[in-house]
């Protein structure tokens, strides 16, 4: 983590570029990271971190490296990723679990300790448990696309931990709509029972006056209740975006309502204020490599 967080403080004044020598050789940073407080979080704030550096070579072998994070309370429970990129397409190593490629928490970017506390219902077990129980799950992924549908896949075997995974996720454009899915089966890795399936369906709508998202969540393998996550975004100005956003399960105790307001700072920067239906209040600055 030292590494990462070192690589990229040299990287910020080039954030998303790819630093190339003009051999086919270079750097590449992508993600976001996320720095606020809330008010469901005791002590000073609360930190989210979702990066991937890429190292490439003219000889189509490279190494990707990754953290999912956050930091709250002294503690941040984390995912790194480290894998052998061959070609575009397959990597090898501790890799990204297909399922959490598609339809993430609208809460992410704008109230990422809400993101945090329903983790497990929209988050791949292979994740969860890397988080949560420190499994180190190792595999290989496989991304494309076929006839208009980007589609991965991966398959982790986490001897600490215990268990094997395998996700699919695929997802696909009509216009103005975008429909993808994931799903994400979990056996004992002695013996192969079957600790269950992860699965997510969700539709969003991406036009200029605004972007809405519907989600279904049945995070079996995870043992969290079935839930519903919503969010509807429209701009007011170029800068200004006002949302509305939901996280609903049947056990009304793990649910979230919040409306949220995003103004944009420059090309990168994003300042969120959220307010939730318990009277909670987050604010962050997020940045984008």
């Known amino acids: 983590m030292r590494v990462i967080a070192v690589l990229c403080s040299l990287l910020c004044p080039w954030p998303g ?21 809330s008010s469901e979080i005791d002590g000073t704030g609360i930190g989210r971190f979702d990066l991937t550096l890429g190292v490439t070579s003219r000889h189509a072998i490279g190494l990707e490296v990754g953290l999912y994070s956050f930091l709250r309370n002294g503690s941040h429970p984390h ?41 497990p219902a929209s988050r791949a077990y292979a994740t969860e448990k890397a988080m949560q129980r420190t499994a180190v799950p190792v595999g290989l992924s496989w991304t494309g696309e076929t006839a208009g549908t980007r589609w991965s896949a991966s398959a982790h075997d986490a001897r600490k931990g215990g268990f094997r995974a395998l996700s699919l996720a695929a997802e696909r454009s009509f216009d103005a709509w975008t429909l993808a899915a994931a799903v994400e089966t979990v056996t004992t890795r002695d013996g192969g029972d079957r600790i269950g399936t992860n699965a997510k369906l969700g539709l969003g709508l991406h036009t200029e006056r605004l972007d809405a998202g519907l989600t279904l969540l049945a995070p079996r393998a995870n043992r969290v209740p079935d839930a519903v996550e919503m969010d509807v975004t429209v701009p007011v100005t170029p800068a200004l975006r006002l949302g509305a956003l939901a996280h609903l399960e049947h056990r009304r105790s793990g649910s ?26 987050h604010a962050g600055l997020t940045h984008r490599f």
């Not at 480290?82 to 970017?109: N, Q, W």
């Open 17 to 37: 570029a790819l630093l190339a020598d003009g051999s086919g050789s270079g750097l590449s940073l992508s993600g976001t990271v996320t720095g606020g407080f």
């Open 79 to 119: 995912e790194t990723y480290g894998a052998l990129t061959l070609g575009e397409h397959l990597r090898v190593g501790v890799v990204r679990p297909a399922h959490d490629s598609v339809l993430t928490s609208p809460f992410a970017l704008v109230a990422p300790a809400v993101e945090d506390a329903t983790l």
């Open 256 to 281: 979230h309502v919040a409306l949220s307001a995003e103004y944009g700072l420059g090309r990168s920067d994003t300042l969120a204020v959220t307010v939730g239906d318990r009277g909670a209040v």
